[in-house]
């Protein structure tokens, strides 16, 4: 039976990133460099690789992170690692046609990978931004069907105002909507508002975006599948902390926002270390889902 994990967090890594693979290798606290920046570009931080995503889909596991790190914002690439037998062994790369930095891209610099599997259609996909010179941000998808070889990606949204995107695939064989893919983002550099698109095809095509119907405002939003169909959304909320939206007609509209919790203000990291109070999310076997964020409600100071 084919089951899936995802890691839900971003954290921000420096250098390079190092995952610890096999249980043989965990036991002896044996890390293995899965990728390293091999990127000369002048805008960028070198020897970095952050916000890595990643999904496991039977004995393949993709890993998606931005590659040299732009200040400014975003990274020259989008870098992936992909093991197809459990992470004993991997292989890396990057994404061909999205950056100026690397075979044939347009944008200046790419940001905010997601990974995801859609087994309907026997594609692996990793949902990203693209940061033009002038300022303007789309999302694209990248697709590819083993997770080894990468095509050129395609317009998810082109309105140049977008952030914080995410990506997800309804997995469950029974569902009335198996195999549509759903992609989150928000319209950061305009008016917030949080957008839905949706692909019945593997990411070749996406329909038009869509808003909640109380046209809900924030960011960090994650979409997850329950075995029924039901896409569940949590989000930072602009208005009240942490809230969640959903659809249960396969995207064809999102329902009102509902409130979740507010939250308490939280401590901000030392040396201007950048990390949003946004929440991470995850889906059981069951339908039931799991909601973190960071807060200070339990703090006596």
């Excluded at 105002?161 to 997995?171: E, P, R, Y």
């Excluded at 692909?199 to 975006?209: C, E, I, Q, V």
Aim: hydrophobic share 35%.
């Amino acid at each position: 039976m084919n089951t899936t994990l995802r890691s839900q967090s971003r954290i921000v890594l420096a250098f390079v990133i190092m995952l610890a693979v096999a249980i043989t290798a965990l036991a002896a606290g044996t890390l293995v460099r899965l990728s390293a920046d091999i990127f000369t570009n002048s805008a960028s931080k070198h020897k970095t690789e952050v916000e890595p995503d990643t999904y496991a889909w039977g004995s393949t596991i993709v890993s998606a992170f931005q590659t040299a790190r732009v200040p400014a914002g975003g990274s020259a690439d989008i870098g992936f690692a992909t093991s197809t037998n459990g992470g004993t062994t991997w292989t890396h790369g990057y994404l061909p046609g999205l950056t100026v930095n690397y075979k044939d891209g347009t944008f200046s610099a790419a940001s905010d990978p997601s990974v995801v599997y859609d087994p309907k259609h026997g594609v692996w996909l990793i949902e990203s931004l693209g940061i033009a010179t002038n300022g303007t941000v789309d999302v694209l998808v990248s697709s590819s069907p083993d997770g080894l070889t990468w095509g050129d990606p395609v317009f998810v949204d082109k309105s140049g105002v977008d952030d914080k995107n995410w990506i997800t695939c309804d997995t469950t064989s029974t569902s009335p909507f198996y195999g549509n893919c759903y992609a989150e983002w928000d319209q950061g550099f305009s008016t917030g508002q949080v957008e839905m698109s949706t692909s019945t095809d593997g990411g070749t095509t996406w329909g038009a975006s869509l808003h909640t119907a109380d046209s809900l405002t924030g960011l960090g939003g994650q979409p997850l599948v329950q075995p029924d169909g039901t896409v569940v959304v949590p989000i930072a909320s602009d208005s009240c902390g942490i809230a969640a939206f959903t659809s249960t007609n396969g995207g064809e509209s999102w329902n009102k926002s509902v409130f979740i919790t507010s939250v308490q203000q939280f401590h901000a990291q030392a040396g201007d270390l950048r990390s949003p109070g946004l929440p991470s999310a995850t889906v059981d076997g069951g339908g039931t889902v799991y909601v973190v964020w960071p807060d200070c409600r339990f703090r006596l100071d």
